[in-house]
């Protein structure tokens, strides 16, 4: 029976993205992205390269997915933080990966599919300042780095203040969507 290398590339980037969401780079064991993959680990080595370089493509793999399933829209920065809160709230890994990458890879080499991502939206959002659509008084950067903080606020919160978040999931939304309405003056 032949082998179908997309399909076992596919499964052990489906059974790291879980490992990597749950325990980090650090703490992931490539043995069990394999066995839960059904896979050799040898072919983790063939396919990927070492373990950080797997992660490198389970990030990317997920940054792709959010670009294309989360809409950025510049003229509708509050729509842009709700989609993104529903993402987080539908794919908590998601968040988890990104949080790993920020806390373990703060000086590494930047993937270059992030960078594209944010020098897309940065664009974007300069592009909406000049036309008097969105405000100047911050830095597409900083308007950014809001925006995507806001819509990340609920899953980033202490178990302690978390246990006092509102249970309705639509509340939540609203919130986000409003601060972002408030902060560009929409």
């Known amino acids: 029976m032949a082998r179908d290398a997309e399909a076992t590339k596919k499964r052990l980037l489906d059974a790291a993205a879980a490992e990597f ?3 980090g780079i650090a703490g992931a064991r490539v043995d069990r992205i394999a066995r839960a993959a ?17 992660f490198d493509a389970v990030f990317a793999a997920h940054v792709v997915a959010f670009t ?19 993402l987080y709230e539908d794919n908590p890994a998601t968040l988890r990966l990104a949080t790993w990458y920020q806390l373990e890879r703060p000086d590494g080499e930047p993937l270059q599919v992030v960078v594209a991502s944010n020098r897309s939206k940065l664009a974007d ?10 405000p100047t008084r911050f830095a597409p950067v900083e308007l950014l780095a809001v925006v995507r903080s806001v819509a990340m606020s609920w899953h980033t919160q202490t178990p302690e203040l978390g246990a006092s978040a509102p249970g309705d999931r639509a509340r939540r939304r609203q919130v986000v969507v409003e601060s972002v309405r408030l902060l560009v003056g929409a």
């Open 38 to 54: 059904k896979a050799n680990k040898s072919m983790i080595y063939a396919y990927f390269g070492d373990k950080g370089q797997l």
């Open 21 to 23: 969401a749950e325990f």
């Open 125 to 134: 959002i300069e592009r909406a300042q000049k036309n008097g659509v969105l």
């Open 68 to 86: 294309e399933q989360v809409r950025f829209d510049a003229t509708d920065l509050p729509g842009y933080a709700g989609r993104s809160f529903d």
